[in-house]
Structure formats: C-alpha cells, structure tokens
C-alpha cells in the first residue's frame, strides 16, 4: 500500500513536471512563436528518379553504368575520392580484366608508394587490386584546394542521403539562380540566405548553398560512345546517380536474387509447417470450449451484464 | 514440472538410458519443451512470441559471432571494415544486413510478447519473477543494441555514443566523473569503442543465461492462457511436443518471411542514412535519433524542457523519467492486484491497455520525428499519460472495477454437472454456479 | 485420456505432411549453414593479390630481388652462366631433394630462377638477394637460423632443410613481365 503512495507521487511529479513544460512551452509558442527558418520554405525534396536497379526485381543496366562511371572519372574524380571501391570491382559493370587493367594503369592519379631506393613518398601506377586512390593526401589538403570545403568521398553517398540516387540526381540538376528563384508559395530567397562567396544556391542541398559549383554545366561535357543516349546534363546526371548506386550497393542483384529464393522457400516452408499443424491439432480431441463470458453462445449475456455494470464493452 | 499428469521421461534405446544414467539432458529438455511439458490448449498467436525471441536471439549470436571474424575494433578502421564486410567477405552482406535486422525483429517480436503479458496479467502472481526476469532481458538487450550500434562507427553510432553516455552528466557531482570512466576519455574514441565491443559480444551470453531462469521461472506454473484461469486437470492441457513445436514451427516459418523480405528487399528501411557516413567528431547530424526501437525512450527523455522544482533541471528530469518509464514496470504485479488477470475480463481494464498502446505509439512516433512545437507538446501529452497510466490509473482500476465473470474452467468439464468449478484468485469458488447470469 | 498423437495408429497415414514439413525446414537450416561456412574463405581483396606481377627488365644476370607475393618472400634471380653450370654439373642422384635446374625453372629461360624465400627447415627467409650477403658454401642461399645452404639453383645441399626452395606457379606474360600465381 505503502509502496503503491509512492509509487503514485513519483507519478505525480513526473505529470507534474511534463505539464509545467507543456504549459511553459504552450506560453512560449503562442506569445512569440518559432518563424518557419528559411531551409524549411526553400528546401525541396529530391525528385523521383526511376532507375534499373528500383525495386525488390531490380538489376543493374550494365550500359548506364559504364556511362556512370564515365561521367564520374572526367567529371567528379579530380575532387571526390571513391576509397571503398576497388578497381577490380568494375568487372561488374561489364570490363573485361584488360579494361580493367587499362583503366587501373592510366587512372590520372596514381597510388601513393615509398621510393624503393631512397625511401622517400613516392607513388606509382594503379593496379586492379588497388583502391580508387584519392585525389588529396589528407583533409586538409583537400579542404585548401576548395574554399575550406570537403568534397565528400563517394563510395557510399547514395545510400548516406535521404533520397539516395534520387538525392544526387536532383542535385546535380537543380542549380538555380538565387535571384529569380521562387518557391512554391512564390517567395523570393530573403538576402541573408543568398550565397555569399564561393556558394552556389541549391534548393535540393539541406543547407541550401553548396560549396561545390554545378560540376554539369553543358550537354556534350563527356562524349558517349556509339550506341548510347545523348550526354545532355539531365542524362549525365541520372547516369552517374545510377552508377554511384552501384557503387554504394555493388551486391545489389545478388541479394535481389537471393532474396526472391529465400522468401519463396520461406513461403513453401510456412504453409508445409501449417498443414503440419493443423494435422496435428485435428488429433487434439476436441477444440477448446470455454465456458464462461468468452463462451459467444453467452455474448448476449454478457454485453447486458456490462451495460449493467456501466461499462460499455 | 509441476503437473501431475505431465508424461515422465522414458528412455527407449539403451543409448537413451546411458546418456539419462550420466547427464539427464534429454530428460531435461523432454520436461522443458517436450511431451512432458503440459501447456494450456487454449493458447493464442499471442503465445508464440518467446519462441520468435528465442530465435532471434539465436540468430543475433550466430551471425554476430561470424562477423566478429571481419570487424576490426579501431576508430579509423571500424567503418572500412565493415564496408569489407559488404562488399569483399563471402555472404557479407547478407550476414551484416541479418545482423541489423535481426536486432529491429528482435525488439518487434519481444515488444509483442510484452505487451501480451501487459494484457493478459501475465505478471501477476505467481509469475512476477517470470516477468521481472523478463525485463531484466529486456534491459540488456537495450544495452547490447545500443553497444551494437556504435561500432559501425558511423555518424549515428558515434552521436549516439555521445548523446547516451551523456545523459550521465546530468547527475550532479558524480555524473561527469562516471561519463569519463564509461568512455575512458572525454568523448567516444578508441578506448570506448574496443570496450564497448567486448560488452557487445558478451552481453548477449549474459542474455542466454537470464533467458533459462525466465523460462525455468515459468515452468514452475506452467504457461498462463487467454482466459487467466488456472489449469485445473488433464484436460485442460496438451504436450507441448508436438501440439506447440509444430504451432511455434509454422509461426516462426511466417515470422522468418518478414525478416528476410526485409533483410534482402529493404535492408535499410529501419536504419538512418546518416550512419553511412564515418564518424565525424566535428560536425554534428542536423537530427540525432537513436533506432526506431529506443524512440519512445527518446521521446519522454526530450519532453521534459522546464526545471521544475527548481533544485532538479530539465535535463535531469529527462534522465529520471526515461529510467523510471522501465523500472517502474517491475513494480506492476503490485501496482495491479486485480485478482482477476486476463484483460478479457476487465472491460475498464481493456479501455486503458488500448489507450496505452496508442500512447506507445504515439511516444515513438515523436522520439523519431523533427522537433517542432506540435511533436514537442504532444510527446508531452504521451509521457505524461504513460506515467499517469501506470502510477495512477492502473492502480485505481484495479481497486475498484467490476470484473466480469470468469469461465469455469479452460476446457468443458467431461462430466455434466461436474461441481468443482473456477474462481477468481482469492474469491470462494462457487458452487453450483453456471455461466447463466 | 486426451489423444497423444504418437500413440494413435490411425494417423500414420497421414504423417507424411508433418514429415514433409520437417524436411523442407531441415532443408533450410542445411542451407543456411553454407554461407556461415562460406564466410571464413579469403574474401575478394585478399583473393585480389593472390596473383602478383613482377616487372623483371631491371634485374642484370647475378643480381636478384627479393618481392612479396600473398604476403611471402619471393627470390626472384638472374642466373649467370656460370651458375647455371654449376647447377648443371652436380650430380643429381647426390642431392637430398633431387631436382634439375631445368625442373625448376622455364624452357627457354633458365637463367631466371624464381622460388619463396623461405627456408623450408622452419621458414626464415634465407640470405643471398642483396649485395654482399653471405650465399653459403654453393653459392646460392644462405639461411642463418640453422645453418641451411643452398645451391644456385637454390637446392638444398647442406645443413637441416629438407626441401629445395618451393618453386611457385608462374608464368611469362611477356619478356620483362612474370605473373606469380
């Protein structure tokens, strides 16, 4: 009993302190409410983006990837580094081990590697075993070549942002000029919003300036080989976006494929298993026969036995 | 073990009598979960959550075992090697994305097995150790997640470190001192992480071991049912093998299609992009949130925003009300002393219990979404009614509803006018009496 | 007495579907081992450098150069003729693992002698790659441990080692190009 009183005032004063906080927060809001911040009107949400690989039957469309991966090493290599992938994983996107090998050999930038006679830093040329090297020896150095920025590693940025490979497309496509654009509820960008130096307003980036300038500025940028679509910005982006998908999940088809077996057994194994229990339990003489309020030939009983206890069941 | 009528163990095969004359393990396990361990006949869907979560504990220890043989405990090395794992070991992928999904299925199916034992009284007498064994489980398994979440050294896992192993400083004097001892620094880094690996892969034995006195705490009575009525004889039972082995076999088939429809379909769904990227001490995610799992916590530790009582301040009360929000769950077989303990008969009772589901729900939902002033007064709302459900509700309910009548026994009587009948715990049995009201 | 399903004859019949459901689930957990068991074989990076090229237009006849190949030493030398005579003209029948210079090396190319560099008594790396370093009584390697030498053809000839040193796969891929394994 005891215990149960002090157990109901310990209640007591955590109600207590949760509506005294209601109450000031309540106040607060209503006499000086929170403004909506300028990236809560600006900000937009990716666009949809409809790739090979979507979807619980997706696979990877080898050409685009190829293409991805094309538009990543003229464009976006000389400042993002791709550590996690290795080159020899770019058998996946259909080069053979020569390809493979070739492109390793005349990566432009080379791997870093100690002078065998004086010991000095040295580098030497990529092996398909190697990593993709990175552009900057470090951080710093990285964030000195570009106005205190870091452009992020990509190996895994298509599964690090809300909205993955549609996240980076519609950022590489959503460049605007600060001064014309309009939201949806046709407001300008209020002056402490605008970029400042070295900024470029991006209404898909959280922030809403990024510090990287628009890497697809023109059609034509990269040259597609025979055979593929036209290189205009929209296509480059929704290449590259398909190939740094690949890059963040390079096992994606096979988990699609293990996956459509898997729960296929699971399925055959389950219904197996519920036939098995119902034999089973036609053996257990005779089902459960409750007595009682639980017993339905007594429901009406018992709805008027709760009305009359002044509940209402 | 407690039944009169359990079928006793009897070794056919001389190897059967050898192995029972030395090590009577398969007799053990026969009384256990065998054809001599009687269990209500009754059971519903309901009852078959401990089994899901004894697997999924099976689960959590086999594929963490074999990924302990590719991680690699280091600030600067953990996020690579797990991105080995997912893209070089054999299978890792399949084993990392088991691994964290498994833990998300573990905590949904012992959510359910909870809040069936919520409904149905499972913790009333004489099963309260059962259901305090029970949340001691429970605790650790939040304390391996949450341990388990770190290592990835991802953006969460590093914030997450930090944000929990803060909530020790908000205990005046001793709790900076205790912060810096847990992480063996002043922020999490290397020393925390290799430490909080070890705990990682032991807790879950620890787990194991609680796991055999729930389950030997709750042999002793025996199984409870939806009706909370005590098993009177045979008939009211079954062996467990092969009537519960093959309902637990085919539920568990159904269970384990979720989990692998989401392990290879939507592996990230239950997770946060941000813990894709590695640890960045410097640069804090705009929204730090902890999994889906410990949500309602952070929702009641973040609603408390005012000192009240001026010598405690907000953040402390947070700290408190989140630890009590559990620990008060060990007192309820005595804030509850209905005697009668199925929710089935208790139409008042029953009111409240879905009340406190939607205000479950409610707290998740706000531990995971923006912070605004709406999220922040309704998770308000919600904590304050999960303290008040709880603390003051329950215990009057329980003081002076008006049960419904209880059924006579779990199964019909085999004779006609058989005398003996079920009561309530602690009423006079009555005599004579039918369920004609 | 509630019926006990094992007792009852009448069900034998219709066993089969609990049979078959069982199976099918045995079946599963069979196949859920494999990927356990999978797991601890070398991963894709370590399979990776399982093959290593040598470039080999730097090495002049006499001089060797000591390379890594799966994380092991690997000698690879440029025989003089004279050496190669000198391997020639042991009798072979005396040597404790008995071997040509020919057997061990490539048509064609038998100055190039490429072997790990570990001695086969109990795996230091041998002398003998770098100027200057002691190559034993015959001229080839020398192990300090225990006082193992070997010939030019790096043959064991004296002391505790029982093997010659392990000649791995390899191949020419071009004129001043070896792949190893």
């Known amino acids: 009993m005891l215990l149960r009183i002090l157990l109901g005032l310990i209640g007591a004063g955590f109600a207590g302190a949760l509506l005294a906080s209601l109450g000031t927060d309540l106040a607060t809001y209503f006499s000086s409410p929170a403004e909506e911040s300028a990236e809560h009107a600006f900000h937009k949400e990716p666009k949809a983006l409809h790739l090979a690989s979507d979807g619980p039957f997706g696979k990877f469309d080898r050409q685009q990837l190829q293409r991805g991966f094309q538009v990543y090493k003229e464009v976006c290599a000389a400042c993002h580094s791709m550590n996690l992938v290795a080159f020899r994983d770019l058998h996946a996107l259909g080069y053979s081990e020569a390809e493979v090998k070739a492109i390793a050999n005349q990566w432009m930038i080379e791997v870093p590697s100690v002078n065998p006679d004086t010991g000095e830093a040295a580098t030497r040329k ?3 075993a190697d990593r993709f090297p990175s552009p900057y020896p470090n951080e710093t150095a990285a964030r000195a070549a570009n106005n205190n920025a870091l452009p992020p590693d990509l190996s895994l940025i298509a599964k690090a942002r809300e909205g993955g490979p549609a996240y980076t497309y519609s950022l590489l496509t959503g460049y605007a000029d600060p001064n014309s654009y309009r939201n949806e509820a046709g407001e300008a960008l209020p002056a402490a919003n605008r970029p400042g130096t070295g900024l470029h307003f991006n209404p898909y980036f959280a922030n809403l300036n990024i510090a990287m300038p628009p890497p697809l500025v023109s059609a034509g940028q990269v040259t597609y080989a025979e ?3 036209q290189p205009t910005v929209d296509q480059m982006a929704k290449d590259v976006s398909a190939f740094l998908m ?20 699971l399925l055959i194994a389950t219904v197996l298993g519920y036939l098995s229990y119902q034999n089973i339990w036609a053996e257990a003489k005779r089902k459960v026969r409750v007595t009682g309020p639980l017993d339905p030939v007594n429901k009406a009983k018992r709805t008027r036995a709760s009305r009359k206890a002044g509940v209402k069941d | 073990m407690s039944f009169a009528w359990a079928k006793p163990y009897e070794p056919k095969t001389e190897f059967g009598k050898w192995i029972d004359a030395r090590l009577p393990l398969p007799r053990l396990a026969y009384g256990a979960v065998g054809g001599g361990y009687p269990v209500p006949r009754n059971l519903n869907y309901l009852w078959n959550f401990g089994v899901a979560a004894g697997l999924f504990l099976v689960i959590q220890i086999v594929t963490g075992i074999v990924l302990a043989m590719h991680y690699y405990a280091s600030a600067d090395g953990a996020f690579n090697s797990v991105e080995h794992i997912m893209r070089d070991v054999n299978a890792g992928w399949m084993l990392r994305y088991a691994h964290a999904n498994g ?22 007498a004489p099963r309260e150790l059962v259901w305090m064994l029970g949340l001691v489980i429970y605790l650790l398994m939040m304390a391996t997640a949450f341990l388990g979440y770190v290592l990835p050294w991802g953006q969460m896992s590093y914030w997450g470190a930090q944000v929990i192993t803060g909530f020790f400083s908000a205990f005046p004097l001793v709790g900076e001192p205790i912060r810096v001892w847990l992480l063996g620094g002043y922020a999490p880094d290397q020393a925390a992480l ?11 034995f620890v787990i ?9 705490a709750l042999h002793i009575p025996g199984s409870g049912n939806p009706t909370g009525v005590d098993v009177k004889n045979e008939k009211d039972t079954l062996p467990f093998h092969p009537f519960y082995t093959a309902k637990d076999g085919w539920f568990t088939g159904a269970i384990l ?7 290879f379909f939507a592996p990230n769904a239950l997770g946060h992009p941000d813990n894709y990227i590695q640890a960045n001490p410097l640069a804090t995610p705009a929204h730090i949130v902890p999994e889906w799992y410990f949500w309602p916590f952070y929702a009641i530790l973040r609603a408390f925003t005012v000192d009240f009582l001026w010598i405690i301040p907000a953040k402390l009360w947070g700290v408190l009300a989140m630890f009590f929000s559990i620990l008060l769950l060990f007192f309820l077989p005595w804030l509850d002393k209905s005697p009668v303990r199925s929710g089935h008969y208790r139409p008042v009772f029953k009111r409240f219990f879905w009340l406190l589901m939607l205000d479950i729900l409610v707290l998740g939902y706000v531990g995971g979404a923006e912070i605004n002033a709406f999220n922040i007064a309704l998770g308000q709302f919600a904590s304050a009614y999960y303290f008040i459900h709880f603390l003051i509700i329950l215990p009057l309910v329980s003081a002076f509803e008006k049960p419904l009548p209880l059924p006579n026994s779990i199964s019909e009587s085999v004779l006609h006018g058989e005398k003996q009948e079920a009561a309530p715990i602690g009423a006079p049995a009555r005599a004579g009496a039918t369920a004609a009201e | 007495m509630v019926a006990q399903v094992a007792e009852d004859h009448s069900l034998r019949r219709r066993d089969f579907i609990n049979i078959a459901a069982v199976s099918f689930a045995g079946v599963g957990a069979a196949a859920t081992v494999l990927p356990l068991v999978n797991q601890m074989s070398p991963s894709a990076d370590v399979l990776a450098l399982a093959s290593t090229e040598i470039d080999i237009s730097k090495i002049a006849p006499g001089q060797a150069i000591k390379t890594i190949w799966r994380k ?44 790990l560099g570990v001695c086969t008594h109990l795996g230091c790396v041998p002398l003998g790659t770098g100027e200057g370093e002691n190559r034993g009584e015959y001229g080839g390697y020398f192990c300090p441990c225990h006082g193992s030498h070997y010939d030019t053809a790096a043959r064991i000839r004296k002391g505790p080692a029982p093997l010659n040193l392990q000649v791995p796969d390899y191949e020419f891929t071009s004129d001043t190009v070896v792949t190893i394994g």
């Open chain 1, 126 to 128: 990529a092996i398909p």
């Open chain 1, 227 to 229: 055979g593929n679509p």
């Open chain 1, 246 to 265: 690949w890059a963040a999940e390079p096992k994606l088809e096979n988990r699609h494929r293990y996956g459509l077996a898997t729960v296929i057994f």
């Open chain 2, 103 to 124: 833990a998300s299925f573990f905590f949904i199916v012992v959510y359910i097995h909870i809040f069936r034992g919520l409904f149905y009284g499972s913790y009333k």
């Open chain 2, 194 to 204: 290799t430490r909080f690996f070890s705990l990682h892969y032991l807790l879950p």
């Open chain 2, 208 to 216: 194991a071991a609680v796991v055999v006195l729930h389950i030997w």
């Open chain 2, 257 to 263: 299609v979720a989990y692998t429809a989401v392990l």
């Open chain 3, 72 to 115: 092991q030493p690997v000698f690879v030398r440029n025989l003089t003729p004279a050496e190669i005579a000198a391997a020639n003209a042991v009798r072979v029948s005396d040597l404790r693992d008995p071997q040509t210079l020919a057997e061990r090396t490539k048509p064609g190319k038998h100055n190039w002698l490429i072997t």
